[in-house]
């Protein structure tokens, strides 16, 4: 592929836009006859519904629907899908999530009723009138608690809460390991539950079209195609035609907008039933309750080890909190993609992983930025750090002495890397930590009352997301090439990296391109944004849609040009014969140039990388704070490495906040002890150092960018780095264990030792 923009760190074409406020974003949009719609949510964990009387919320002024699920009940809805599919010794058990509570409501924050009016203050006002009358019932909110004996039954489905049981591994080759072991460490692991709090809330526009009969549904979300088919095909049981699903701006995702949520069928049924369009826009307050968190993961992980500190055999038996329901794609973070990148890194001969899913009294958890791959890659780093110390072996030694160093390999569970610079990348960090002028570091930190700390982790990622890909280039005629793709953006610069790719590939300036995306009515097949896919499935299919378009303009050129085909080079957006050329423009005009292509491609690229913070701990207090942090990472080919590190940096960011600070907590009658922004802690700027990325190419031969994937890395990295710089300053306090998040208060009482038994 010619050379030139690719490579780049060029400026983010989108960004003029959203800096000076022409970004277009569902809560700013407006239309004729636009009605309003706000959910009532349950106040109750776990309740009977005894009763509800919509009688005053209808007869105020500008009410226009009041709808509960009887309603939708007998309009004959059907319920949401939970589509993963996973090789559980039986099959999920999925209960069924109506669109709004029937007879019963299972967490605080489920939809009761939906209110549709003039304006969103009448609409409120309704929705201060409705009365629901509910009889509270037993409740449980912890998930090892709700597999117990006796624990409050959730489900009539789900005999002991339990959704699933997922095995995976050589058991007999992994307890052969563990009693031939030189060294056995064993650690109980935990990955809160965290909430994406994206800076755009979720929302809906729903259009009823009566003339074709279908739907029209505008949502701030980030994967159209799969929630068409789940909305045709299990809600409104009709051809997938009859629905066009389209997004403007979405102002992150995190995973988050991946889903489909009762109120985006809501609004499409309300307009139907009123004949004009409706909006719902997400208080940022009901996020918390009534939307979905992410990891979630408790349990025990253990590993083997030689009399060398090599690494035998990993071990673990985890419990996957899936909230009240099964959403979406919950039950497949820790029983599909988790196990993909479990080991990591390292040369591990035998694994075993053992997860049940248990259901409790909260909202339910879907994939979270990584969904499954930072809990696998904090279990392995967690327990390598804790054999280094028990074996009294340098943190960077002992996993110099485990990173994979031939390939191909085949990992214990399946995965096969192509290509990986492990090693290297923890000799390059080595060098940049510049770890041998730590202790002078240390003792200035100590001279100000702090505690100093080094941490080093690495991680390994499983990148693809959904396979196959879809992908159109096209001659505009505006003199525009438009480059429509079934990814989709909602932040990460494919308005710039895209057509820096189709640049190179066809030889044109830059601004002659334009992304489409994000419309189910132009794009026919797509799988949006999500496993960090965008450039490995996408790139790779438009590259394919270029190479289509250019054989045809190839034929083209050759007629034009009087000469067989194969006698053209092509070059600068011409193909030429000696002293003659003609452009791609010129044969556009003779024959308008288009071609488009499903790239069918199922790999899975490994991008990885090698990290190391430094902390101080106040010996007071027992705040944290983040000082130094290091990177060296592998994405494969760099397309605009501005971007890549922009990605970095923000995963790192979401990373560090949930090893320091963010916890979705519920106290014992299941309500969210921080609902909000005001009580649920996010990084700010004065929270992080600067984030300093080395990036370092090795590209991978699975597609022809020769690109790996970077949207998840930084969150798979940062919380076991973290941790461990935390742990190592507390060292010599005696302090070997910590779960996350580590707030002042947690720190402060390990130190005082009022959490040892």
């Known amino acids: 592929m010619p050379e030139g923009f690719i490579g780049q ?38 309740a009977r519904i005894l009763g509800l ?13 009041v709808l509960t699920g009887t309603e939708l009940r007998a309009a004959g809805f059907g319920t949401l899908p939970c589509p993963v599919v996973a090789a559980t010794e039986a099959p999920i058990i999925v209960p069924p999530r109506h669109i709004l509570a029937l007879d019963a409501v299972r967490h605080v924050g489920e939809p009761v009723a939906f209110i549709v009016a003039t304006s969103p203050e009448a609409a409120r006002d309704a929705a201060d009138a409705l009365l629901v009358e509910y009889d509270p019932l037993p409740l449980v909110a912890d998930p090892m608690a709700a597999l117990r004996p006796g624990a409050p039954q959730i489900w009539a489905e789900a005999p002991g809460n339990r959704s699933f049981t997922f095995i995976k591994g050589d058991r007999a080759a992994t307890e052969a390991a563990f009693a031939a072991a030189a060294h056995v460490v064993e650690l109980p692991l935990a990955n809160q539950r965290v909430h994406a709090a994206p800076l755009e809330p979720r929302a809906a526009i729903g259009r009823y079209l009566p003339a074709s009969q279908s739907w029209d549904l505008q949502c701030s979300s980030q994967a159209l195609h799969g929630l068409r088919k789940q909305l045709a095909g299990s809600v409104f049981r009709v051809e997938e035609d009859r629905i066009r699903i389209h997004a403007p701006d979405v102002g992150g995702g995190f995973g988050l907008k991946n889903f489909l949520f009762p109120e985006f069928v809501l609004t499409l049924w309300a307009a139907q039933q009123l004949g004009s369009p409706v909006k719902w826009v997400a208080e940022a307050s009901e996020e918390y309750p009534g939307a979905v968190h992410g990891r979630a ?48 890194i390292y040369a591990i001969p035998a694994m075993l992983l053992r997860v049940q899913g248990a259901f409790t009294n909260t909202t339910p958890v879907d994939a979270y930025r990584g969904a499954g791959k930072p809990e696998a890659n904090y279990m392995v780093e967690r327990l390598l750090d804790a054999a280094a110390r028990q074996l009294n072996l340098d943190p960077i030694e002992i996993r110099r002495r485990n990173v994979i160093r031939e390939f191909p390999y085949q990992a214990a569970f399946g995965s096969l890397m192509d290509c990986g610079r492990y090693a290297e990348n923890l000799a390059d960090l080595e060098a940049l930590a510049d770890r041998a002028n730590f202790p002078a570091r240390r003792a200035a930190s100590e001279a100000q009352g702090k505690l ?13 997301g959904a396979p196959n890909e879809w992908s159109r280039v096209r001659f505009e005629a505006d003199g525009n090439v438009s480059l429509a793709l079934g990814t989709q953006s909602n932040g990460q610069g494919h308005e710039t990296c895209f057509p820096q790719i189709a640049a190179d590939h066809l030889g044109l300036p ?10 189910t009515g132009i794009i026919p097949f797509g799988n949006g944004h999500g496993g ?81 913070a430094e902390v101080e701990v106040d010996r007071e207090t027992g705040a944290v704070t983040l000082c130094r942090y290091l990177a060296v990472d ?23 906040g949930q090893a320091l600070m963010e916890q979705i907590t519920f106290n014992e009658d299941g309500q969210p002890q921080n609902g909000s922004m005001q009580d649920y802690a996010l990084p ?70 009022e959490n040892q038994p």
């Not at 836009?17 to 239309?31: K, N, P, S, V």
């Not at 592998?634 to 940096?649: C, E, F, H, S």
């Open 9 to 46: 760190s060029l400026p983010r074409a989108e960004d003029a836009r959203f800096l000076t406020g022409q970004g277009h974003y569902l809560a700013d949009a407006t239309e004729p006859g636009l009605l309003h719609a706000v959910v009532v949510r349950s106040p109750h964990a776990h």
């Open 53 to 65: 009387d919509a009688t005053a919320a209808r007869a105020l002024p500008g009410t226009r629907l």
């Open 634 to 656: 592998d994405y494969g080919r760099l397309i605009n490495p501005a971007l890549t590190i922009g990605q970095v940096q923000g995963g790192l960011a979401q990373g560090i």
């Open 297 to 344: 993961l408790y349990g025990t992980a253990r590993m083997a080890l030689d009399a060398n500190g090599r690494a035998l055999a990993l071990q673990a038996d985890m419990v996957s909190d899936l909230g009240a329901y099964a959403s979406s794609n919950g039950p497949g973070c820790h029983a599909v993609a988790m196990p993909t990148a479990m080991g990591s």
């Open 532 to 612: 960090a896919r965008s450039l490995h499935q996408g790139g790779f299919a438009m590259v394919r849609a270029m190479e289509a378009l250019l054989e045809k303009a190839r034929a083209t050129a050759a007629n034009l040009l009087q000469t067989q085909a194969e006698t053209l080079e092509f070059r600068a957006g011409a193909f030429h014969l000696g002293a003659q050329s003609v452009s791609l423009d010129t044969i556009h005009a003779a024959e308008p140039l288009e071609a488009e292509t499903l790239n069918l491609c199922n790999d899975i690229t490994f991008p990885s990388g090698a990290h190391c």
């Open 684 to 753: 700010r700027a004065q929270d992080l150092p600067d984030l300093t990325i080395a990036l370092r190419e090795l590209p991978t031969g699975r597609n022809p960018l020769g690109v790996k994937g970077v949207g998840q890395a930084g969150c798979m990295a940062a919380p076991q780095v973290v941790v461990h710089a935390v742990l190592n300053a507390l060292a010599p306090l005696g302090v070997t264990h910590l779960d996350m998040p580590l707030k002042a208060e947690t720190v402060w009482r390990a130190m005082n030792r």
């Open 510 to 519: 830059l601004h002659r391109f334009r992304l489409v995306q994000a419309d």
């Open 452 to 464: 100093r700390g080094i941490g080093i982790g690495c991680f390994m990622e499983t990148s693809r």
